[in-house]
């Protein structure tokens, strides 16, 4: 007879949701994969990739041993070795580093390939202990999150089980059928009983377009522009809680002596958005009781990006919104204080002098870096930085270099990969233990090894521990099975954490998702308990609009997501992949024309770094001076260069982030394909 069991897990991946799922295995192997119908987020559904999570761990191109470099760096060609003698080789490699250019020329280089605690941060202490080159992490979302804190300090924002409550979205940079189903599904099902209205601030017509009253497509970058115009209106038509913000807006007079400059009209200029539709978004912004913007990252991806998301942000407190249920802004951190006692995972106190640190979205220019600054060593674990950091070609120029030393821990065969020295297997989250903290709401689980882990596949933690033995690092740390360093978390409660019932503490302990509880958004943490218009840590004090750089090239191009994949994940499943298509670049009608390129054209997309081939997809709901660039690719599917071939390593203006919706490209039809 078969054994046959359900158990439950956690979705592993970048995705602000951390849904729960269902598991069933039979003799040892996963045969189905559902939705946890006890989540407190996901109960109902979960997105079409996870629902075949077993075709990845399963999948024929899952990388089994480790695998050694036998040809050119790039092409491919390698040899399988065993765990001893790959960990020899790394940690011989890394000795004689040491001794001769010092730990700093080693670079570590994860982000989100997994999303739990343990897995994720574990390195850190490894190479904390090394005193390797530290790794600044501000790929994803930190402008908004520098932005929103410039504001409001560490209060919560709103949770988005909050979002039942309100009576106006305005969903502001971000598509939700691709990155928030959880909160689509319950916006779409509130919003057919009551006819909530939704609203979309985008720079194209994106799928969630579809599920909102009105869209308003603006230019890239210029939300400031229209969040300041918006307050223009509340201020000018009295629509604004005038004293709230005196009361609690700390900078409100000088801020508020501002604002007779931004008017629609000049908004309008700067977005494109008509001045009457401005008037209107305000005037039906105020009339609504509990309006609730749900903040994407997408708009604060811009040099500019940080002052965009305070500008948004102080939108969210300029009415009396912020005082009912539902009113405010969503999108942020809502949770009420850490989860976890992260410095036990990550080990601070292992770091003997302070770090030379590497911002990873400079990575290609920390590859040609030279003389005491020079990198000899690049180990990279949970990402894949080729399809995923900006300077594709300066990054393959750095891991070319004959004298740069590349480790990969990876499940599959990325572009990353190919350009390996050594290749080491990683687990899937099934085939590990792991403590996970959802970041878009207020849940905390905890996800149990539940099947073997498939040929020499190790996760994280045991590769860490396994390196640290070879390079002789003897704190007990790096002796803990992942079970005791789990065990040591759940063991080590944060405020919040104790403060759980021993029924919740158990469904942690067993294996399962609880609720948190969210903030009092009400209560506003700054020192001054002001939430602040005026904020003299930021470059520029008073918040204001500031302008996107002028280039040389016409067009503005923006990176949207897929619903098939997130980020580079599931490139694996050929079923999803067939779906997506080919590597799609959306364009204006006229600016397909003046170019002479009709829909499904090849078309060249280059500007001073770089150019990529993609195909053109005309769309009428896009500003003409942008174009979007659909999904992230592989070099190996797209056949060449990709939407990272043409973004700057540049920095936003707080926050140290990405800015890779901020480039200018032009576009060309490809004659000669
Ligand atoms: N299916 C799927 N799910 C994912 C991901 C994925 O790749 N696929 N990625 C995951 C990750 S890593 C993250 S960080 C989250 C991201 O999730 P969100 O932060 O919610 O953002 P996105 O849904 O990616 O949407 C970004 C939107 O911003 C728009 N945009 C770009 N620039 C501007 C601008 O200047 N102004 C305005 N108003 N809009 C702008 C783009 O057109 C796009 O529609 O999603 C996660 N979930
Ligand atoms: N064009 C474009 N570029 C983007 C974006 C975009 O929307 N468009 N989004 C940006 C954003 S928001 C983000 S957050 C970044 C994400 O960029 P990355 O952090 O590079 O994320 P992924 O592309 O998902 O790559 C993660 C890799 O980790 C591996 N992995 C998964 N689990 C494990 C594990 O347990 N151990 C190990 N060792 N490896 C594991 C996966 O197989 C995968 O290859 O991409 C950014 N780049
Ligand atoms: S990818 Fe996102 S929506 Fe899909 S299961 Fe994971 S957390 Fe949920
Ligand atoms: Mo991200």
Not at 558 to 583: E, Q, Y
């Amino acid at each position: 007879m078969s054994e046959l069991s359900v158990k439950k897990s956690i979705c592993p991946y970048d995705c602000p949701s951390s849904c729960g799922l269902l598991i069933t295995i039979e003799d040892g192997r996963i045969t189905k994969v559902t939705n946890d119908p006890e989540h407190p987020v996901s109960c109902d559904l979960i997105c079409e990739k996870m629902r075949h999570y077993e075709k990845s761990i399963y999948s024929e191109k899952r990388i089994l041993t480790p695998l050694k470099r036998n040809g050119k760096k790039g092409e491919g060609c390698f040899t399988p070795i065993c765990w001893d003698e790959a960990i020899r080789i790394i940690t011989d490699h890394w000795k004689s580093l040491c001794e001769t250019y010092g730990a700093q020329s080693i670079l570590p280089c994860v982000y989100s390939g997994v999303m739990s605690d343990i897995q994720r941060n574990c390195g850190d202490a490894f190479f904390n202990r090394m005193g390797a080159s530290a790794l600044v992490k501000t790929l994803c979302s930190s402008a908004k999150g520098a932005g929103y804190k410039a504001v409001m300090g560490s209060t919560g924002c709103l949770d988005p089980r909050e979002l039942k409550y309100s009576d106006l979205y305005l969903v502001w940079g971000s598509d939700l059928t691709a990155t928030r189903l959880q909160t689509l599904a319950m916006l779409k099902g509130k919003q057919q009983q009551d006819k909530k209205k939704m609203i979309l601030i985008d720079t194209y017509e994106s799928p969630t377009a579809r599920f909102c009253d009105e869209t308003l497509i603006l230019r890239p970058g210029s939300d400031g522009a229209l969040a300041l115009s918006v307050m223009h209106v509340l201020q000018v038509e009295n629509l604004a809680d005038e004293e709230w913000l005196l009361a609690n807006g700390e900078g409100y007079e000088a801020f508020a002596k501002t604002l007779s400059a931004f008017s629609p009209e000049w908004a309008e200029t700067i977005t494109n958005i008509p001045a009457d539709r401005i008037r209107e978004l305000a005037r039906t912004y105020a009339s609504a009781n509990s309006p609730a913007i749900i903040l994407g990252s997408g708009n604060s991806r811009h040099k500019n990006g940080g002052m965009n998301v305070r500008l948004i942000t102080l939108l969210s407190q300029f009415t009396d919104a912020w005082k009912k249920p539902g009113g405010g802004l969503c999108g942020c951190t809502p949770v009420s204080g850490p989860y976890v006692d992260m410095s036990r995972i990550n080990r601070p106190d292992f770091r003997n002098t302070p770090a030379r640190k590497i911002n990873i979205n400079q990575i290609a220019n920390a590859l040609s870096l030279s003389g005491k600054d020079v990198v000899k060593s690049l180990y990279v674990y949970g990402c894949n930085p080729l399809n995923s950091v900006s300077n594709q070609n300066g990054m393959i120029h750095g891991l070319l270099r004959d004298d740069l030393f590349t480790v990969v821990h990876e499940r599959f065969m990325t572009d990353t990969a190919l350009y390996a020295d050594i290749i080491l297997p990683a687990t899937f989250s099934v085939e590990q233990n792991d403590i996970y903290r959802s970041y878009g709401y207020c849940t905390l689980g905890v996800a149990k090894k539940l099947i073997q882990a498939p040929g020499e596949c190790k996760s994280n933690w045991d590769t860490f521990c396994l390196l640290a033995k070879g390079m002789g690092f003897s704190d007990s740390y790096f002796s803990m099975s992942e079970e005791e360093i789990l065990a040591d978390i759940l063991a080590h409660p944060t405020a919040v954490t104790a403060a759980l019932s021993e029924q919740e503490k158990n469904i942690l302990k067993e294996g399962g998702s609880v609720s948190m509880p969210y903030a009092d958004h009400c209560s506003i943490q700054t020192a001054s308990r002001k939430f602040m218009f005026y904020n003299e840590d930021c470059p520029v004090p008073l918040a204001t609009y500031v302008p996107s750089e002028k280039s040389d090239y016409p067009l503005h191009l923006i990176a949207a997501p897929d619903i098939r994949s997130v980020n580079s994940i599931f490139h694996d499943r050929t079923d999803l992949m067939k779906k997506r298509g080919s590597m799609t670049l959306l364009i204006h009608p006229d600016a397909a024309a003046s170019r002479n390129i009709s829909d499904g054209d090849s078309v060249i997309v280059k500007n001073d770094i770089g150019e990529a081939v993609f195909t053109a997809g005309i769309i009428n709901g896009i500003d003409p001076d942008t174009v979007v660039g659909c999904g992230v690719w592989s070099m190996q599917d797209a056949g060449g260069f990709t939407f990272e071939a043409l973004t700057h390593e540049d920095l936003s203006d707080i926050g140290e982030a990405t800015t890779l919706n901020e480039n200018r490209v032009e576009v060309i039809k490809q004659t000669h394909p």
